[in-house]
């Protein structure tokens, strides 16, 4: 009897996690990678799931190792990473965590692989004094992707290069917001040609694949005047290149760059309006989306959902793209549902929801409100 009620339970648990995910993702219904998160017990049972699920990760994310030793290492770092997923499950329920492509790297290669926020990082001390836009006509719900403002979510690799796609990606939308074109922006170009340095941050300086910070890098668009299209400086995760900024071929370039208050309400009414930062002689003032830096510490298990960890450090790690917010997502049973950001990534589309990441707003979720940069962009009057 004691078993039928514990099977019994189980299954109800299982039904209620698959129609949370179906609700967000629906070509990931029947995927089994993330049933792990409801999957109980240790010891034996729990190698035998592990093995499973290695099987399918393998398969899934085309993984291969180069001898038997890596190949067991890896076992054990995806077995870990399994009891991880179950522990973010039960600290961030309204999400949902399991497998992804990052299973086989502990946490510490994940974060030396793929964050790259230059450290150490202070909050703004002129947030305070940022432009204050109204509010009161604020959309409930908003998102730049509808309007065509945001180009797809890209990849970094294995390069710590996040601070760049989240500059590429405000300087995006902010030429789209004018010209109506979007035009993909090389973060190549910011790997091998922008090291810049906040004078008050020793050690801050742009390092490409070893990390930067958004606000560096909207310094020196502004001084190199501008960054070239994607297709003209190709992405090569590297950053052992020689510098080939070629300045005749500018897409966009920089008017002015500035920090956004602290306060939600500000930072949604910033990316809703876009409104002009500075004007330039010579130049068509374009508008502005928001960079935002956040701390990662749940984005390697995190397979879709709102997410809003009970406990998350606020120490930002990883550069990321605010291009919109939404009222309410969908929450499990008995949990309210949650307004949130909707935040690009740039792991590829095979993470999170199609390369994107919902955090909930209203609590400063994992820093996300602490460090957000608004970038207003020109294009030249040639």
Request: some cysteine; glycine content about 8%.
């Amino acid at each position: 009897m004691a078993l039928r009620f514990s099977l019994f339970s189980l299954f109800i648990f299982t039904t209620v996690v698959v129609f949370a995910t179906t609700s967000f993702c629906s070509e990931q219904e029947e995927d089994p990678l993330i049933r792990q998160v409801v999957d109980g017990g240790e010891g034996d049972n729990h190698l035998l799931n592990a093995e499973h699920h290695f099987s399918l990760f393998k398969r899934k994310f085309k993984k291969s190792y180069p001898t038997q030793q890596e190949h067991d290492y890896r076992f054990k770092v995806f077995s870990a990473n399994l009891r991880r997923a179950r522990r973010h499950q039960k600290l961030d329920p309204s999400a949902v965590h399991g497998v992804t492509q990052f299973s086989d790297l502990t946490p510490a290669e994940f974060r030396r692989t793929y964050f790259g926020l230059k450290k150490p990082l202070r909050l703004p001390s002129d947030a305070s004094k940022a432009p204050i836009l109204p509010t009161n006509d604020l959309p409930e719900d908003f998102d730049w992707r509808d309007k065509g403002a945001v180009t797809p979510p890209k990849n970094q690799g294995a390069c710590g290069s996040c601070w760049s796609f989240s500059t590429t990606g405000a300087l995006e939308g902010a030429n789209f917001v004018a010209t109506g074109k979007l035009v993909s922006l090389s973060e190549q170009q910011l790997v091998d040609c922008d090291h810049e340095c906040d004078p008050e941050e020793p050690g801050s300086c742009d390092s490409g694949c070893n990390g930067g910070l958004m606000n560096s890098a909207f310094e020196y668009a502004l001084k190199a005047g501008g960054l070239m299209r994607e297709e003209d400086y190709p992405y090569t995760g590297t950053d052992r290149g020689a510098c080939k900024f070629d300045k005749t071929k500018i897409a966009a370039a920089v008017a002015n760059f500035s920090v956004v208050s602290l306060d939600e309400d500000q930072i949604a009414a910033n990316l809703v309006k876009n409104g002009p930062l500075a004007d330039w002689s010579g130049f068509d003032l374009l508008g502005s989306l928001d960079a935002v830096g956040i701390n990662a510490v749940f984005m390697q298990t995190y397979v879709g959902g709102v997410s809003c960890p009970y406990i998350c450090s606020k120490r930002l790690d990883h550069g990321v793209l605010l291009v919109g917010y939404g009222s309410s997502g969908y929450a499990p049973i008995r949990m309210k549902e949650k307004p949130y950001w909707i935040i690009k990534n740039s792991w590829g589309e095979n993470w999170g929801e199609n390369g994107y990441y919902r955090i909930c707003r209203g609590r400063n979720v994992c820093g996300v409100d602490s460090m957000v940069s608004t970038v207003a962009a020109v294009q030249t009057s040639q």
